[in-house]
Structure formats: structure tokens, C-alpha cells
């Protein structure tokens, strides 16, 4: 319990983080070097003692309300600090590392967040929850957040570096992603072999590069995602679509808020909805460019796998394929899988498969709510031909980012994003999913042998 002296002291924060933007500017820097002050004098977070851990707990709650009312008061003044008045595009990180340049203690510095992506996720001492405050705060609002999401549609740095090379051979080999262009299609092909195209930070980065290239490739008509040949013991020499997100990785402390669970949704997926976001003399035609796509799904298509059906044009899947969101078993939320299923298998269906962790057989009649196409395995090769040919049609790519506008207006899907920011981060550092990802880890490993 909070005693007298503090919680008037805190009060007292409260107020000043509500004051002119310099006032609580001063106010938070200086409410966040006390809280840092007390953090440090405690041992390391695994060597901590229960009572220890309560009041590092107690003091880094502390330190988020006043983060979170300062957000409340100030985003947009921020945001347009940050900005230079929204006349520039900061990415997800880019914005984060001005933000604690120029507004000590209201995220993690480049310093506390290298120290964290050193250890186990269950040791550090959660400052990602502090982006998630941020960002959160940001996409609430009408104006930084819409501003943000333009940002995050531009196509980035890398892929404008590596686009004349793709447009003139053809074919590019990012790592985790093959990507080839062959009669009129880019084919995406997700090549992590060695953990059944489990994501991570790398493939997130590669994904939205890839994606950026096929936007961006004036011969490019349309997309194709599909998993490769994979060398695991259990699958070798078969295709997999994808089993969602790296655990292993989570629970080594390699999966980040910033770089994996807030730029996969507003980077690559969001881009496969929207398209890429260009400035050229065309334009004012379409701010966007946009092409249908399509998925075909052998194996499974697990967590994060699944969720990337939710965006695409046409899906395909093998006969012997199913789907599953894991949410309930792994903890976490299944990005934007709570905003967009329902749509597809409706409010009962989506709860089974999120909450209760049911999973769908390629064959059973509700698999047709997430595929357009079934087959055998032996004629999903031709079946995948025919769909890239129809979508090839020169009307498909309006029509399909109508219907895409008339089924997810913008401002849902930021209003999603501004919960999820939050409550994801909460997710990754709570004690279940800690125990969770250790456990299926462990598994995992002892699996792969």
C-alpha cells in the first residue's frame, strides 16, 4: 500500500505530468530518474527476491501512470514534436529513439534496451511495456495516429535499395524469403527451413521487404505467399506454410515489441491489405499501390500463419493442411486475428479457435470460412496457377481495395492497434506467458532432435 508522503508525492507527479508540455516534460524526466534511482540499488531482476520484485513492480507501475497520463495530455503535441508537425515519417523505432531523446523517461533509451535484449525474457525488466504506453497513446489519436500508419505504408529504405536489382533480374534472395517474379506473379517464399518458417525480428524484415518489392515492381500484377521444402526432421523435404511465431526465440528474449509484434501488423500485413504508400506524379490517382494476393497454405498454418490469411485475396490449402490461433495455449494475442476473424467465421467460431485453441481441418466444412480452395496435395500446384491467373484481371486491383475499405476502415484498424499495443506488451511480460514459452521451448527443442 501506497504510504501518506508517497502518494501525496505521486499525486502531486500527476498533476505536473498534466501541466504545459515543459513543465511535464521536467516533471516526468525527473519522476522516471527517481524510479530508475530505486531499480538500481535492487539486484538484478532474476536474483530478486519476492518482496524485492513486489517493489520494483510497485515502482515501475508507478512510474506508467504518470507516463500514461502524460501520454493522455500531450500525444499529439508529441507526436508533432517528433515530427516536425507531421511533415516527416518516423518508423516504429525511429520514433521511439526520438522520443527518448527528447522526452527523458518516457520510453526505454537505446542503452536500457540493449541491456534487456541481452537476457532471457523472463529477466528483464520489462521497458517494452513503456513503447507499448507510447505507441498506444499515439495511434488513440485521430491525427499522429493516422500519420503513423501512412508512415508505416511507405515502403522502406532497404527495399528501395534492393529494388533495381529485383526489377532487373527478377529474383532476390533476402534469407528467410526468396522472392521470384515469373509470369506476371511475385512469388514469396518463405524459406526458414530450419524452424518451419517460425517468424522472428529477421523474417519480419524480410517479409516487408519483400512485400515492398512486389508492390513496387511495375511488372508485378500479383502476389503469391507460399511456404518451402523444409530440412526439420519431421517435415524434411515438405512444404510448410508457416507455425506462427518463434517461441524459442520469444523466450530467449529475441522477440521484440518494436521490430516484430508492432511492425508485422503495421508494416508487411497491413501493406498486404493496403498496399504501399508512394509519392510520384501518379499519385493523385491512388496514394497507394495496391495488388491482390494470394496464399497457399501445405501443412499448416499455425498462430501468426494463420493470421496472415486473414489478408489476402484468395487462399488455397492442401488437403491435409489445418489452421490454428493458439492464443490460450502461447498466451499472447494473435495480432490482429481478434479484429478480423470474426468476420470471416463469425463471433462463435472465432472463439473457439482463439479462446479455446480448437483446430481446423483443411477438410471439415468451417475450413471453407478461412479458404476459398481445397485439394490434394498432388493438384495444389495447378490449382495455385489457375487462382494467380484470374486475379491477374486489370479491375481486380481496385475492386479488391474497395471491398478491402468497406470491410476495414482505417480508423477500426488503428483503434485495434492502440489496445493492442498496450495489451500485447502486458502480455509478453506476464508470468504465465514466461512459464508458457520456457515450457514450449524446452519441447520444442527436444523435438527437433
Given at each position: 500500500m501506497i504510504g501518506g508522503d508517497v502518494r501525496a508525492e505521486w499525486r502531486e507527479d500527476l498533476r505536473d505530468v498534466r501541466a504545459d508540455l515543459a513543465s511535464a516534460r521536467s516533471a516526468l524526466a525527473q519522476a522516471a530518474e527517481h524510479t530508475e534511482d530505486l531499480l538500481a540499488i535492487l539486484p538484478e531482476p532474476e536474483h530478486r527476491t519476492s518482496v524485492q520484485r513486489a517493489a520494483a513492480e510497485a515502482a515501475k507501475d508507478a512510474a506508467?501512470?504518470?507516463r500514461c497520463a502524460f501520454m493522455d495530455t500531450h500525444a499529439d503535441a508529441v507526436y508533432d514534436e517528433l515530427t516536425h508537425g507531421r511533415t516527416r515519417g518516423l518508423?516504429?523505432?525511429?520514433?521511439?529513439?526520438?522520443?527518448?531523446a527528447a522526452f527523458p523517461g518516457l520510453v526505454p533509451t537505446v542503452e536500457q534496451l540493449a541491456v534487456d535484449r541481452g537476457r532471457p525474457q523472463a529477466h528483464k525488466?520489462?521497458?517494452?511495456?513503456?513503447?507499448?504506453?507510447?505507441?498506444?497513446?499515439?495511434l488513440r489519436s485521430a491525427t499522429a495516429g493516422a500519420?503513423?500508419?501512412?508512415?508505416m505504408l511507405r515502403p522502406t529504405p532497404r527495399a528501395l535499395r534492393l529494388l533495381p536489382e529485383f526489377t532487373a533480374t527478377g529474383r532476390i534472395d533476402l534469407g528467410s524469403v526468396r522472392v521470384e517474379r515469373r509470369d506476371g506473379a511475385a512469388r514469396l517464399t518463405m524459406c526458414r527451413d530450419d524452424c518451419l518458417n517460425a517468424e522472428d525480428d529477421r523474417q519480419v524484415d524480410?517479409?516487408?521487404?519483400?512485400?515492398?518489392?512486389a508492390l513496387l515492381d511495375p511488372d508485378v500484377e500479383v502476389g503469391l505467399l507460399r511456404g518451402g521444402e523444409m530440412t526439420h526432421p519431421r517435415y524434411r523435404g515438405k512444404r510448410v506454410f508457416s507455425a506462427g511465431i518463434n517461441l524459442?526465440?520469444?523466450?530467449?528474449?529475441d522477440i521484440s515489441l518494436v521490430d516484430f509484434l508492432l511492425r508485422r501488423e503495421l508494416g508487411y500485413i497491413h501493406k498486404l491489405l493496403r498496399g504501399v504508400l508512394v509519392e510520384d506524379d501518379a499519385a493523385w490517382r491512388s496514394p497507394t499501390v495496391q495488388k491482390p494476393w494470394v496464399a497457399a497454405v501445405d501443412a499448416f498454418a499455425i498462430g501468426g500463419g494463420a493470421q496472415l490469411l486473414l489478408v489476402f485475396d484468395h487462399v488455397l490449402a492442401a488437403s491435409d493442411a489445418y489452421f490454428s490461433l493458439p492464443a490460450a495455449r502461447e498466451g499472447i494475442i494473435p495480432g490482429a486475428a481478434n479484429f478480423r476473424l470474426t468476420r470471416f467465421g463469425g463471433p462463435r467460431l472465432s472463439r473457439q479457435v482463439i479462446l479455446e485453441g480448437r483446430r481446423i481441418l483443411a477438410t471439415e466444412p468451417e475450413a471453407r470460412l478461412l479458404v476459398d480452395e481445397v485439394h490434394d496435395p498432388d493438384r495444389l500446384d495447378e490449382a495455385v496457377e489457375d487462382s494467380l491467373r484470374r486475379l491477374r484481371g486489370p479491375a481486380v486491383a481496385a475492386n479488391r481495395g474497395m471491398l478491402n475499405l468497406a470491410e476495414e476502415s482505417p480508423d477500426e484498424f488503428r483503434r485495434?492497434?492502440?489496445?493492442?499495443?498496450?495489451?500485447?506488451a502486458l502480455r509478453t511480460y506476464s508470468e504465465d506467458v514466461l512459464h508458457k514459452v520456457g515450457r514450449f521451448s524446452a519441447e520444442k527443442e527436444v523435438q527437433s532432435r
Open positions: 506508467r501512470a504518470l518508423r516504429l523505432a525511429e520514433l521511439s529513439l526520438a522520443a527518448a525488466d520489462g521497458h517494452e511495456i513503456d513503447q507499448g504506453i507510447f505507441f498506444g497513446r499515439v500519420h503513423l500508419l501512412d508512415t524480410d517479409m516487408e521487404t519483400a512485400v515492398d518489392l524459442k526465440a520469444l523466450d530467449a528474449g485495434y492497434m492502440a489496445e493492442f499495443a498496450l495489451q500485447q
